[in-house]
């Protein structure tokens, strides 16, 4: 073994040794026991619970949000998608010099009437 | 190094899973136990500080950020419950100053004088400065870079340096006379 000096800047392993021996502590067992059982007796409150699945709801929180909008977004497309294409129909038939039925005008006024 | 995935038994800790919690606590008790005694220099106050040190961490577990390692973590908490329990201690402490110091009293080895190698360590560690015993404890027995040292006790990594030198130097002493002791 080489002799170790107190300017090296790696630890010192015989001195490491001596001191984790002088420092032991006895009863490890008992101790954790100890501890175990005292984890056992502190209920979480229900704030550290909830704290515990923070992450797993912000991410939850952020899909739904996410499909609602993409579902918002698709949905009023194809709502304006009907209005348009209902009174492209009766501009036509108009155009056509046809009467449009009833049907179609009923269509074009409740589509008009959507916010 | 444990070779168990201490960020996982962490994580299913945070979920509150205690016998996660209760892996983690076996395999890092014995050095929790040791950081606490090289601050308090007695092994009762040692036992309480480390278990607190545990219900703090139990209690903050949701903090623990699993990209960093979990024993730094945990020992930062364990020293500032050791550190605590000793401000509170001196404050009840208005015995008068004893000249052993409570490492020594604490062996029985002493009273039948029969002085080794252990007791002459922490008779030396005691009249090392706290900051000094913690540095030289947590480099050469614990085997924490100087620069987590640095970041557990809140002191620059040159500051560290110097303390283990230090105190190294002081227990290399002890470690060459028991040494000599030996030889002779």
Redesign the interface.
Known sequence: MTE?S??D?A??A???V????????PF?GA??N???A???Q?Q?SWD??L????WQGLVAASLVTMLAGWGLNTFSGVAEESDASASATVASQLLDGTTPGANVLLASMTASDTP | MTGVDEAKLAARAGRGDADAFGALIEIHEAMARRVAYAILEDREDADDAAQEGFLSAWKAINRYDSSKAFRPWLMQIVVNAARDLRRRRRVRAADPLDSVSPAAKDDPARRAGDIDLGERLRAALATLPERQRMAVVLFDAEGYAQAEIAELLGIPEGTVKSDVFHGRRALRRVLGTVKEELDD
Do not use: K
Not at chain 1, 51 to 54: C, D, L, S, V, Y
């Open positions: 170790h107190p300017f800047s630890p010192d015989e001195l490491g001596a001191l984790r021996e002088a420092l032991a502590m490890g101790f954790v100890r501890v175990r005292r984890l056992n502190r979480r550290e619970e704290a515990g699945w923070f």
